[in-house]
């Protein structure tokens, strides 16, 4: 069975400033995707970002990139030129691409909350 | 704006009480999940279906808990008789086959007293 591993329960940054989240997973898979989870105080679950394990080139979007090592099986969130709307509880997830069945869950990690100070 | 909707968005009631809670999956999407989130046990997924068939509950508590779908539009989870134990935010989420994320509503807020 897949799991997931967020091994910083809290992280705090300074405005402006670079953090870096880590996550960790375990699979026999080859072919799967990794997602960056972002939930607000408002409780909502919103996709952050997202990585094909064929892909070997980690994902961007604006001011958010992963560090993808396949191999050591680690997925890592940097967040660049934090800003005070990115405090939130961050999840990594993971997912088979493997479709036999349809039977894909999203299986999710524990869970970082990061605190951004002015 | 396609979204996951579900209702109630909370909702208080006293142990022993049916409580149901619905969702409405995005038009055209033929997975859904349920998630339970608890600052304990995090994120657990309770049931997964696809074209309206369980493909898998086993994280659900099989004696007071069910989940269906009635049709293509509703999917239903329901607590009956509700215990303080199942106080947590439980979260929809819909998604295709192909897909590679879920798309999550809002999550009802469950209090049992």
């Known amino acids: 069975a897949q799991t997931v591993t967020q091994s910083q329960p809290e992280m705090s940054v300074q405005e402006a400033e670079t953090v870096t989240l880590s996550c960790t997973y375990d699979t026999s898979e080859s072919d799967y995707y990794l997602f960056w989870y972002k939930q607000p105080p408002s409780r909502q679950m919103i996709l952050v970002i997202r990585?094909?394990?064929?892909?070997?080139q980690n994902a961007t979007e604006n001011r958010f990139s992963v560090n993808f090592q396949k191999a050591a099986k680690s997925f890592s969130l940097k967040i660049s030129d934090s800003q005070l709307g990115d405090a939130a509880m961050y999840f990594c997830?993971?997912?088979?691409?493997?479709?036999?069945?349809?039977?894909?869950?999203?299986?999710f990690g524990a869970g970082t909350r990061l605190a951004v100070h002015p | 704006d396609a979204r996951v909707t579900q209702t109630p968005r909370h909702k208080v009631t006293e142990m022993g009480q049916e409580v149901t809670m619905r969702c409405q999956p995005i038009l055209g999407h033929n997975t859904v999940f349920w998630y339970r989130q608890t600052m304990m046990q995090g994120l657990e997924l309770l049931a997964y279906f696809r074209n309206r068939a369980p493909l898998d509950d086993s994280g659900m508590p099989k004696d007071r808990f069910s989940a269906e779908m009635p049709d293509a539009t509703l999917a239903t989870l329901k607590i009956q008789p509700s215990e303080p134990r199942d106080s947590a935010v439980y979260f929809c989420?819909?998604?295709?086959?192909?897909?590679?994320?879920?798309?999550f509503g809002q999550g009802t807020r469950l209090t049992v007293v």
């Open positions: 997830a993971y997912r088979s691409r493997f479709l036999s069945g349809g039977y894909n869950k999203l299986i």
């Open positions: 989420a819909s998604g295709t086959p192909r897909n590679t994320e879920a798309f």
């Open positions: 990585q094909e394990a064929y892909k070997q």
